[in-house]
């Protein structure tokens, strides 16, 4: 046996966390949005190539009822981050 080359503590915890919710490994960045969402919103995101929170904030917010239904865009609304929030100004 090789016992010192199995698979690494994260390659299993993101193995876990796909088989738990059932989407893709390059989705499972989706988790870090500030709403938990069901399993057909996660990939109905993905399908339209949203991978991670800033697809998602950089996705035109028109079209994001489109693929997770009206009341859940203006929820996600409520929480799109300004335009300047993740610039950080340093003053000199």
């Known amino acids: 046996m090789f016992i010192d080359k199995g698979p690494s503590e994260e390659s299993v915890e993101?193995?876990?966390k796909?088989?738990?919710l059932g989407i893709?490994?390059?989705?499972l960045e989706l988790l870090?949005?500030?709403l938990s969402l069901t399993r057909g919103?996660?990939?109905?995101?993905y399908q339209a190539g949203i991978r991670?929170?800033?697809?998602l904030w950089s996705y035109p917010a028109e079209s994001i009822p489109e693929l997770v239904g009206a009341s859940r865009a203006a929820e996600f609304e409520k929480?799109?981050?300004?335009?300047?929030?993740s610039k950080s100004v340093v003053k000199s």
């Open 41 to 45: 919103e996660y990939l109905a995101l």
């Open 32 to 34: 870090s949005l500030p």
């Open 18 to 20: 796909q088989l738990e």
């Open 79 to 85: 929480l799109r981050p300004s335009a300047g929030a």
């Open 52 to 55: 991670n929170p800033d697809d």
């Open 24 to 27: 893709p490994a390059d989705a």
């Open 14 to 16: 993101t193995l876990l």
